[in-house]
């Protein structure tokens, strides 16, 4: 079965600092996708990134960067410079070829202090 | 604007009421979700639908029943015989592309549930 793990519940960061927030999965199909969401304090997820898993070219969207490893099944997102805006529960998730189910992560709260 | 609506965005009520949320999108996606997430928790999946007319239950649906009789919508009712109902419900909904549902889910605003 499928599971996706973010080990860590809570980061705090002081602002201008880099993060980055991990992401290891588990599934037993050859093609899957990955995802990542932003949920800040207002409760909606923001669709951050969609990755499949023959594509593991890394990833750069502004401040933000994501990792695919698929030898280690990670996923790792990178934020660069951090924002106190930046400040919000992050979920990785995992969609397999043999459902449309996404399987979220328990989410890791970062929050970025002035 | 194009999205996904939920309402109320707050909602209480008495053990024993069965209870019905509403969700609706705009953005002529084929396929919708519901979602739970408890305090410090991940999202769980209740229901999901994709076509009309049709719903398949997820990893947590005892207590809860769906209808889709019309694309745009996907309420979810919330049953008495929900054990513990307190929570965030979060609606989504993706494109469908050739009966493959690869496609970024989008959600709602949420609604939370308190049961008093």
């Known amino acids: 079965a499928q599971k996706v793990t973010q080990a860590q519940t809570e980061i705090s960061v002081v602002e201008k600092e880099d993060v980055t927030l991990d992401c290891v999965y588990e599934?037993?199909?050859?093609?899957?996708?990955l995802f990542w969401y932003k949920q800040p304090p207002s409760g909606e997820l923001v669709f951050l990134i969609r990755?499949?898993?023959?594509?593991?070219q890394n990833e750069i969207s502004g401040r933000y960067s994501w990792n695919f490893q698929k030898s280690t099944s990670s996923f790792n997102f990178t934020i660069t410079a951090s924002q106190v805006v930046d400040s919000a529960v992050y979920f990785c998730?995992?969609?397999?070829?043999?459902?449309?189910?996404?399987?979220f992560g328990e989410g890791t709260q970062l929050t970025v202090n002035p | 604007d194009g999205g996904i609506t939920q309402s109320p965005k707050y909602l209480f009520r008495k053990e024993g009421q069965n209870v019905t949320l509403s969700c609706e999108q705009n953005?002529?996606?084929?396929?919708m979700y519901w979602y739970r997430q408890d305090p410090g928790q991940g999202l769980r999946l209740i229901y999901y639908?994709?076509?009309?007319?049709?719903?398949q239950k997820g990893d947590i649906a005892e207590g809860y029943s769906v209808s889709r009789e019309k694309k745009e919508s996907f309420p979810l009712t919330v049953t008495s015989a929900q054990k513990n109902p307190t929570a965030f419900y979060l609606c989504?909904?993706?494109?469908?592309?050739?009966?493959?549902?690869?496609?970024?889910?989008?959600f709602g605003p949420g609604t939370r549930l308190t049961v008093l």
């Open positions: 989504a909904s993706s494109i469908s592309s050739g009966g493959q549902f690869y496609n970024e889910q989008f």
């Open positions: 599934t037993r199909d050859t093609t899957y996708y």
């Open positions: 990755r499949n898993s023959f594509d593991e």
């Open positions: 998730a995992l969609q397999e070829t043999s459902g449309s189910r996404l399987t």
């Open positions: 953005l002529n996606h084929d396929a």
């Open positions: 639908s994709q076509i009309v007319n049709d719903f």
